[in-house]
């Protein structure tokens, strides 16, 4: 398993807590650190959407301009999320060949244990 996400932030705090909890191991890639691959982004978006990844809700997404967030498209997303990792939805997690987005403890007590 992989998770992937800003170490700073919350939601990826919470979801490495309870992994802990549930001696679930886990590699842990940080964005601001350790950067994000094109292929791996393209990749996610193929699995989950690219709707998915985005993170309509933070900081980095009210920074855009009005324009761009009201003319986004796949594309422009793709090439946003790589720019600026920060914009992604986290955590974000490989595990067993699927792809999930954000934490929610029941959720993931049924998906990735």
């Known amino acids: 398993m992989k998770l992937y996400g800003i170490r700073n932030c919350d939601t990826v705090k919470k979801a490495r807590k309870w992994l ?3 001696g679930i191991s886990y590699e842990f890639h940080d964005f ?3 950067g994000l691959s094109e292929a791996t982004l393209t990749e996610w978006e193929q ?5 998915t990844l985005l993170n ?4 980095t997404w009210r920074k855009l301009s009005e324009e ?3 003319t986004i498209t796949a594309l422009s997303a793709h090439d946003i ?3 600026n990792t920060s914009i992604i939805k986290r955590p974000v997690v490989e595990h067993n060949g ?7 403890a029941d959720d993931w007590a049924t998906t990735i244990k």
Do not use: C, I, P, S
Not at 56 to 59: I, K, L, Q
């Open 20 to 22: 802990d909890e549930q």
């Open 32 to 34: 601001k650190k350790d």
């Open 56 to 59: 309509r809700r933070g900081t």
């Open 47 to 51: 699995a989950v959407g690219w709707e």
């Open 98 to 104: 699927a792809v999930y987005v954000g934490f929610n």
């Open 81 to 83: 999320m790589l720019e």
């Open 68 to 70: 761009v967030r009201d």
